[in-house]
């Protein structure tokens, strides 16, 4: 089945540093999309990505798509307390289009 | 509705008796998803429905886990016979068509804790 790791799990930063997590495939992906999730909330959609070595902004973060298209990064610059919450990626799953996502990072922003 | 409806937002159930979650999805969505996410873990796939088709129930973890979709909308899951592990913040979301690449629209959740 599909197997996609998300790294790293927790991650501590001063404010202002930058953040990254990565997500890798076991597999070549059609595309892969990435969500948040605050603390107590649930998960809402950030972006797409759908061709090879994409790469697409908003605001101060960056999302790629690798050119082999089986791992994706999400950069976070300069955080803010704001950006606190887990990560997640979710992959396409077989046959029925339901969604795979990543255990998730959670990003904690020290003030 | 503006977004994905669910009730109840909270409950407390004693072990070995039954729950049923309920869904409201936005309106138009054909595809409908529930997932489980326990404290402090990843989303945890249940089940699917688009349209008319048959269920996806490749994630339900037993036969004490079911769910219907009543005229194409409204969705209840319905959790027999609750056992501890059970709990967990259980998540609807909906899309558009269900196709590759669709983005989901998640609800608040019902946190169920078992007693």
């Known amino acids: 089945g599909q197997q996609v790791m998300q790294i790293p799990q927790y991650q501590h930063v001063q404010e202002g540093e930058d953040f990254t997590t990565y997500c890798n495939s076991s597999t070549t992906l059609s595309n892969i999309q990435w969500y948040k999730q605050r603390p107590g909330g649930h998960p809402v959609f950030l972006i797409q990505l759908v061709k090879s070595g994409e790469v697409k902004k908003q605001k101060r973060l960056t999302f790629q798509f690798g050119e082999a298209k089986k791992n994706s990064s999400l950069h976070i610059t300069a955080t803010q307390t704001t950006d606190v919450g887990t990560y997640f990626c979710a992959l396409p799953g077989a046959g029925s289009y339901q969604l795979t996502f990543g255990k998730g990072t959670k990003l904690s922003v020290i003030p | 509705g503006a977004g994905v409806s669910q009730s109840p937002s909270n409950k407390v159930t004693e072990k070995g008796k039954d729950v049923e979650l309920r869904c409201d999805p936005i309106?138009?969505?054909?595809?409908l998803y529930w997932y489980r996410q326990s404290l402090g873990q990843g989303l945890e796939f249940l089940i699917y429905f688009q349209g008319n088709s048959a269920p996806d129930k490749s994630g339900l973890p037993s036969d004490r886990f079911s769910a219907e979709r009543t005229g194409g909308s409204v969705s209840t899951l319905t959790i027999q016979r609750t056992q501890q592990e059970d709990s967990a913040v259980y998540l609807c979301?909906?899309?558009?068509?269900?196709?590759?690449?669709?983005?989901?629209?998640f609800g608040e959740g019902s946190w169920l804790t078992v007693v």
């Open positions: 309106s138009g969505h054909t595809a």
């Open positions: 979301a909906s899309s558009r068509t269900g196709g590759e690449g669709n983005t989901i629209y």
